[in-house]
């Protein structure tokens, strides 16, 4: 994948690149040879190729920035109710548990607002909105914290076995001192 589960660039890079471009478009007015502006703004010098053909066909104006390479599939009006939804639960949506899974948000966007989207593309407009991907802890309703917290720090120590030995040991796999 070209930019790692990103889904892109920031617009503060993507104004980097084009800061770039816009250099190297004043080093091909100044007739600079293209390996030259590739060593002089480090970039490849296929890049600065690129570049050139652009800046032959369409001046300056062709090497600005296009914006994002895509646009999000649902609007910020959308994802709100989305939120709405996911705020309802599971069960409200003809699910058998309370436990919302990418699979289950998939199927909840194709028939609340007819959009397919792939599970990393759900993942990554939840986290770009605060949700996290974290699991609700099982515990027992009769469970006793106090009995629990006590039990950690009286019974546990007890029957631990300590981390490392008390005497030097040896790393060797082939002394029997290692064992």
Do not use: C
């Not at 080093?27 to 040879?33: P, R, T």
């Not at 800046?55 to 649902?74: D, F």
């Amino acid at each position: 994948m070209r930019y790692p589960q990103g889904g892109g660039l920031t617009a503060e890079r993507r104004t980097f690149r084009e800061h770039i471009r816009m250099q190297a478009a004043e080093l091909f007015a100044l007739g600079h040879d293209n390996a030259a502006i590739a060593k002089q703004l480090r970039v490849s010098v296929r890049s600065v190729q690129r570049w050139h053909q652009a800046w032959e066909h369409g001046g300056t104006p062709a090497l600005e920035s296009k914006g994002q390479a895509a646009r999000p599939k649902l609007s910020e009006a959308l994802f709100a109710v989305l939120e709405q939804e996911l705020a309802k639960g599971p069960v409200a949506h003809g699910w058998p548990d309370q436990t919302w899974t990418l699979a289950r948000i998939k199927t909840l966007i194709g028939r609340r607002f007819h959009k397919s989207m792939t599970l990393s593309a759900i993942a990554q407009m939840l986290h770009r909105h605060g949700f996290s991907h974290q699991v609700p802890a099982r515990r027992a309703i009769e469970r006793d914290e106090e009995a629990v917290t006590g039990w950690v720090k009286q019974t546990w120590p007890q029957v631990e076995t300590p981390w490392r030995r008390s005497g030097p040991g040896s790393a060797s796999k082939t002394k029997p001192a290692s064992r």
